[in-house]
């Protein structure tokens, strides 16, 4: 499963992959549709780039069909990757440069303590059915995210050493941000959170009903946003057409309105080989997240079938197991509890991360195109990686050795506990995920030699979602990790026992070990420290903590590879999540092949 650090997404929180409303263009303007505002009235961002060709459809692919369209309650990847082109966020983290830039928010200041961002709004901005855009809009959205009612994930990143950041209008088109105190990297957080239409979702607020509203049965019309394009179909099962926004506001340097494509379709591919077969074949235009063995095979035909393939090094996804560190007292799982003596140990955890053949895992699940890994930062993550934390090789003896500590036990059989109980647990995997289920298989091979049995259970995506994160019916699985952005600030959710991505133990309300306690005080301390070298110091201990207590068992860190066919033009691709489609309002087909083909 992939999950989104600042949300919930690979198999959850995930992976990712993409009919024809067309506008007159006169002189390189586009002309307006009947309600669409003129375009000197809008405060239009100009976008640098190479100057597109308008028309034509573009087709990328989904590994599974979004769960919703609602931004509020999104988790999964695929939900997230469909909305980051129907929403915009006030302050964007630019992926390339991995730097904070302006969005609908145009310019901001900052008070002399750092707690007071003052941020000037775009002027004429509308949504993508035609209402207008304005503050309003702007404390609707922040007034739902930090309803703790709604439980949205958004929630913690906007929360300051425990407390709400207070949003205040003080004019149509100026927002005031107060900060409790001083926040580290304070522009980033306004990247995580979608505007919504007030005008849309004020009254299912009002009724309590927001984390219902856009699904899949909603009607496309009734979903509107500031991203590049709007809703135009969703057909369960099969695929996502969206089409051009006409009210976007922002355009090239020709003074052309963006995006440059009349739509953008989403297939919904589950397996993977079948996504190839369909990019070779010309179906598809754009494919992500591409497994090392489907890399290979598309490498060998570049030429012949008119694309190319890139690895573009680590990326900022990571494999883990985790156990199930629940508490299960209110739950009739008793097999499980009884488990859950050994998986509370740092001990066992440990003596499983020793046993585990990483670089088997590099080598056999993708074929070298990956990395080893024993901490919770990726070496793509140059500004905040802890380089100091070890990376022990394989070692049958230091596990056995960390077992025979607390009482486990073998001869020539199985491990024995304590209690003379064997050990085995099972784990589980996506279905649709063949790299996770060759981990798993990995896994599973190497606990043998200690004399531990496991099986590996792969379940669809769905069921596998609701064990893991409502009926707690599981012992391990194993996930994926994914962020949008490098710095610490969305790791929030993740290692600190409040927080809505804390997957281990999901439903922990407060630490339930001391060191859990340590990474709640470090994982907020930085977040207030402003001073790069303190605060690097400071997420270095979340590092070790993690690297030594293993809540999760960091395994790998994937390299980003990606296929894109030769008609499709200003495709710019990065380390960071949305690899392909990050700047998709500037993508388009060839001037000479602009007709699918």
């Not at 105190?181 to 009254?203: G, K, M, N, T, W």
Request: hydrophobic share 40%; net charge neutral.
């Amino acid at each position: 499963m992939k999950i989104s650090r600042r949300l919930l997404a690979r198999n959850f929180v995930f992976l990712v992959c993409l009919c024809c409303s067309c506008f007159g263009v006169i002189h390189g303007i586009q002309a307006s549709p009947a309600h669409s505002p003129k375009q000197q009235d809008e405060d239009f961002l100009v976008l640098p780039g190479k100057i597109g060709t308008r028309g034509g459809r573009l087709v990328a692919s989904l590994r599974s069909e979004p769960k919703v369209l609602n931004p509020v309650t999104a988790l999964d990847l695929a939900s997230k990757e469909v909305n980051a082109l129907l929403f915009a966020d006030l302050i964007h983290i630019n992926p390339a440069t991995q730097r904070t830039e302006p969005a609908l928010a145009k310019s901001w200041k900052v008070s002399p303590d750092g707690t007071r961002y003052t941020l000037e709004l775009r002027h004429g901005l509308r949504f993508s059915d035609g209402k207008p855009f304005d503050a309003d809009d702007v404390l609707f959205s922040f007034k739902v995210y930090l309803d703790e009612k709604v439980h949205s994930p958004q929630r913690d990143l906007l929360l300051v050493n425990g407390k709400p950041i207070q949003v205040r209008k003080l004019g149509a088109y100026q927002v005031l941000f107060e900060l409790p105190e001083p926040y580290a990297a304070a522009e980033r957080i306004f990247d995580s959170v979608s505007i919504l239409p007030r005008h849309l979702l004020e009254q299912a607020y009002q009724k309590g009903e927001i984390t219902q509203v856009w699904n899949q049965s909603t009607n496309p019309e009734n979903i509107a946003g500031l991203g590049p394009f709007r809703l135009k179909a969703d057909v369960p099962g099969q695929q996502i057409v969206l089409e051009r926004n006409p009210y976007y506001w922002k355009k090239d340097t020709a003074n052309t309105r963006l995006p440059y494509l009349d739509e953008l379709i989403f297939l919904v591919i589950p397996a993977p080989d079948a996504g190839v077969l369909r990019f070779q074949a010309g179906d598809i235009d754009l494919i992500d997240n591409l497994s090392a063995e489907n890399f290979a095979v598309l490498a060998q035909d570049q030429s012949a079938k008119h694309y190319h393939v890139l690895d573009l090094g680590p990326g900022f996804e990571y494999d883990f197991l985790f156990f199930n560190l629940n508490d299960l007292s209110s739950k009739k799982l008793p097999a499980i509890q009884q488990k859950q003596e050994w998986f509370r140990r740092d001990e066992f955890r440990q003596a499983i991360s020793a046993a585990i053949d990483r670089e088997a895992i590099v080598h056999l699940v993708y074929q070298n195109h990956a990395t080893p890994l024993w901490g919770n930062v990726t070496p793509s993550n140059k500004f905040w990686i802890d380089t100091a934390l070890r990376h022990p090789p394989q070692s049958f003896e230091k596990a056995m050795s960390l077992l025979r500590s607390i009482g486990f036990s073998r001869k020539n059989g199985p491990l024995l506990d304590a209690h003379g109980v064997p050990v085995e647990f099972s784990i589980l995997v996506n279905a649709t995920n063949p790299r996770q289920i060759k981990m798993a298989t990995i896994i599973q091979d190497d606990l043998k030699h200690i004399g531990i049995t496991v099986q590996v259970t792969a379940l669809e995506y769905g069921s596998l979602a609701a064990r893991v994160n409502e009926s707690f019916d599981y012992e391990a699985s194993i996930f994926g990790l994914v962020s949008p952005d490098a710095d610490p600030n969305p790791e929030i959710n993740v290692w600190t026992s409040s927080g809505g991505t804390h997957l281990w133990a999901f439903a922990e309300t407060k630490p339930l070990t001391a060191w859990q306690s340590e990474l709640d005080r470090l994982m907020l301390l930085q977040t207030t420290v402003l001073d790069y070298q303190k605060r690097k110091k400071i997420y270095d201990q979340v590092q070790e903590i993690v690297a030594q207590h293993d809540p999760v068992i960091c395994l790998v860190n994937p390299n980003v590879l990606v296929g894109v066919k030769d008609r499709v033009e200003g495709v710019r691709p990065v380390v960071m999540q949305h690899h392909l489609l990050w700047n998709a309002e500037q993508i388009f087909r060839a001037k000479s092949q602009t007709k699918p083909q």
